[in-house]
């Protein structure tokens, strides 16, 4: 793929080309490489609106810090694409989310440049501060640490354990830069937004700053000196004039800023000083997500992951369809809710930061009183759920699969000891595609079934998705004091006329789609569409089972299937170790029964990025895997290993 680079981004490949630029020849330097982030995604698709907005602080720590030996870690991830560009991947960066090529978030193997693997938000302070306080142990004083957090990130509890640490550690060498865009996917919420929002807007503070700077700079016996004497004083103006404390100083932190995250010249100025400067420290910078491509500014949320585009119009490419498709199952979840909701006033919606990414926004504009979203704040938000239960609220606590692992012990402490009825969908749950091993959701059903009063149960399709949300807000299921946690998978299902009048489904029982009798497949959730696939193509009398609880089994079914068949496969979009094809083993011990058990699913080892349908094929679990295993067990003696 040929992609035009502009002339000074054609010589730099690594930080030590960008530092033979000179300071004027920066912003420059900017402009191309915020043109070719925007020609390289407009083809190939990934994140855009947040590495749009750090062009300018990117382009600046590299030229003044001495990288990979000072230490930058991006928080999240999503805007380190020029970070790629710069430090050695320019000429792959094509290949950004594809299945075989680099990841779409810093990886420490990938790199020496990325010098912490992320892909969930706020960890990169503490990272840096352990980093920092390594290096010190150590006995090495040159190197900087710095952690690039975005203000939606700094919503979450571990960046303010990572503060309240750094304010100790008052000789660790650490450079916190927050970059404040008031985004995170979706616009950010709390109390936090509006302190920001009053430093950055504070008009009292920025009009006497930039009077009394401009008048020191009058007197030229004093001017330099005397303007860097208010310089130092700086914090102590604002805590004077803005309407609260200054937070960051109040944990130890020095502060300065806000400043513009977009002027090159200045923020190249400001990092050289702050380099001389001990101890921990914050820099507030302020940025436009999106920044420099109108459309991203305009709809920042749109434009975060926007897919295929025509950088020229603006326009993103849909896929066109002459025929019905199916929809997302995020929308279904959210329309459903919605309908749902209409009938029982007692049904809340929650959130953590992901409104649009769960199509909980349906519900929020429908309904903004009964729908929160509490900001990156996944812990908060499983005990909020809690709370809300204990007082007789029909609970939805939307989170997609991998951030709920942030959740584990309020799930287990504040919800299922306590016998509260939180419902739990799990979005993005197995294979998330191309944000790779950082989103998959590929351990829920070991990690859930093993709570007491945890249900588990997986749709195999829309239709199935609206059922066990109708049954887990019935009066029934509420009544009886125990959680649920309903999996469903990023994309779309495989019904076009999925709005269909709900149906009664009883816990812990499945239900038999095809009779056979050579071997049966028992599937879990959507990837039983799989199973049916390799059953068609088979040639083979194949019964499937379609399990939809991983917890409780449904027994009756499967001493139904023991006793009749010799070979049994079992399929799920999720870890084996502890997953569903785990359970019915241990079924089996219990009751005796010797049947010869072949499990699909994921294996134990990290799978990276790559389409759905690409890694499903990778671990032997698509339609053509599992026909592969059918045909194996079908043709291998029961005496030997398959």
């Known amino acids: 793929m040929i992609i035009n680079q502009g002339e000074l981004l054609k010589k730099v490949s690594t930080p030590d080309d960008l530092k033979k630029l000179t300071p004027e020849q920066l912003p420059v330097f900017c402009r191309e490489l915020r043109q070719y982030i925007i020609d390289m995604v407009s083809v190939n698709g990934g994140h855009f609106g947040a590495s749009l907005g750090v062009v300018e602080l990117t382009t600046a720590l590299h030229y003044v810090f001495n990288t990979p030996y000072d230490q930058l870690i991006w928080d999240v991830g999503h805007q380190a694409y020029g970070h790629k560009i710069i430090t050695g991947r320019k000429d792959v960066f094509f290949t950004n989310r594809m299945y075989g090529g680099i990841s779409g978030f810093p990886k420490m193997k990938e790199s020496e440049y990325d010098s912490f693997g992320v892909g969930h938000s706020s960890t990169s302070i503490s990272a840096a501060l352990g980093m920092a306080m390594a290096s010190r142990h150590n006995g090495i ?42 985004m995170a996917i979706d616009p950010n919420v709390g109390a936090l937004k509006e302190y920001l929002t009053d430093i950055t807007t504070s008009k009292t503070y920025n009009k006497v700053k930039d009077d009394v700077w401009n008048l020191l700079g009058k007197f030229s016996a004093f001017g330099k000196s005397a303007r860097e004497v208010v310089a130092k004083v700086e914090n102590a103006v604002k805590g004077a004039l803005l309407s609260q404390s200054n937070i960051f100083e109040a944990l130890n932190l020095r502060y300065f800023g806000p400043i513009d995250g977009h002027d090159i010249d200045h923020l190249v100025s400001v990092l050289n000083d702050l380099k001389d400067i001990p101890g921990p420290k914050i820099l507030h910078c302020i940025t436009v997500k999106g920044k420099g491509y109108k459309p991203a500014e305009e709809d920042q949320t749109k434009w975060h992951a926007p897919g295929l585009f025509d950088k020229v119009t603006g326009e993103i490419k849909k896929k066109v369809h002459t025929i019905p498709m199916p929809p997302k199952f995020q929308d279904v979840f959210g329309n459903t809710l919605v309908e749902l909701a209409e009938k029982n006033p007692k049904i809340v919606g929650i959130t953590p930061a992901m409104p649009s990414g769960s199509s909980l926004n349906i519900m929020m504009k429908a309904m903004p009183h009964r729908a929160f979203d509490v900001g990156i704040a996944e812990q908060h938000a499983v005990t909020l759920s809690a709370g809300m239960a204990t007082q007789g609220l029909t609970v939805f606590c939307n989170i997609y699969s991998s951030f709920m692992q942030r959740a584990y012990d309020q799930v287990i402490h504040d919800v299922c000891i306590q016998n509260l009825p939180v419902i739990f969908c799990l979005d993005r749950a197995g294979f998330a595609g191309a944000d790779g091993p950082t989103h998959h959701g590929a351990y829920d059903i070991a990690y859930m079934r093993c709570i007491p009063n945890m249900v588990v149960a997986s749709p195999m399709n829309e239709e199935e998705l609206r059922n066990l949300m109708f049954l887990a807000q019935s009066d029934s299921f509420q009544s009886g004091k125990q959680a649920i946690t309903l999996r469903y998978p990023r994309g779309e299902g495989v019904m076009p006329d999925w709005r269909r009048p709900f149906s009664r489904i009883s816990v812990g029982k499945g239900r038999k789609l095809q009779d056979g009798d050579e071997l049966a497949i028992l599937s879990f959730g959507p990837i039983g569409n799989e199973a049916a696939e390799a059953i068609r193509n088979s040639g083979h009398s194949i019964a499937h089972y379609d399990m939809r609880f991983a917890k409780p089994l449904d027994e009756e079914l499967l001493h139904e299937v023991f006793r009749k068949f010799e070979n049994v496969i079992t399929v799920e979009d999720g870890c084996l170790q502890g997953g569903i094809g785990s359970a019915i083993l241990e079924f089996m011990t219990d009751n005796g029964y010797t049947s010869r058990v072949k499990r699909l699913g994921i294996p134990d080892r990290l799978v990276e990025h790559g389409e759905q349908y690409q890694l499903w094929a990778e671990c032997g679990f698509d339609a053509e895997g599992i026909l592969r295993a059918v045909n194996a067990m079908l043709h291998t003696p029961v005496n030997q290993t398959l």
Not at 141 to 170: P, Q, S
Not at 171 to 180: K, P
Request: glycine share 12%; charged share 20%; hydrophobic share 45%.
């Open 141 to 182: 004083r040159d190197k900087h640490h710095i952690a690039v957090i975005g203000d939606g990130a700094l919503t979450a509890g571990l960046a303010f354990e990572g503060m309240n640490h750094a304010g100790m550690e008052k000789d660790a060498n650490l450079l916190i830069i927050l970059n404040d865009n008031c």
